[in-house]
């Protein structure tokens, strides 16, 4: 089964930034539009962002100028670049395909925006 690992979480204080990495195993994650996604506390895992083989991105209106999603198709990576993180971006943030069908989830990594 392909597997996802997702990193480079952490606590940051609000306005920080962070990167977020993962790294896919699928040999067909050259061709798959891959999504963002983070799932708060108490709350429904919700796509934030995506980015196409060729490296079209769309993101979620709260993200929108703050978050930046890039890919490396040679390496099977797919990044999450988040600047001026606010208290409501906390959240487990995973990666995974943006639709069906999907690869399994990983662990997902853990974003925490607080003073």
């Known amino acids: 089964q392909a597997q996802l690992v997702e990193s480079g979480g952490g606590l940051v204080q609000p306005g920080g930034s962070l990167r977020l990495s993962c790294a896919a195993s699928s040999s067909i994650f050259s061709v798959r539009t891959m999504g963002w996604y983070r799932q708060a506390p108490g709350k429904q895992r919700e796509l934030v962002g995506t980015?196409?083989?060729?490296?079209?991105?769309n993101y979620v209106d709260s993200v929108k100028g703050r978050f930046t999603i890039s890919r490396d198709n040679a390496k099977k990576t797919v990044n999450l670049q988040m600047k001026s993180l606010e208290p409501e971006d906390t959240a487990v943030y995973y990666c995974?395909?943006?639709?069906?069908?999907?690869?399994?989830w990983g662990q997902g990594t853990q974003v925490t925006v607080s003073s």
């Open positions: 980015i196409t083989p060729g490296g079209t991105t």
């Open positions: 995974n395909a943006a639709g069906v069908p999907y690869m399994d």
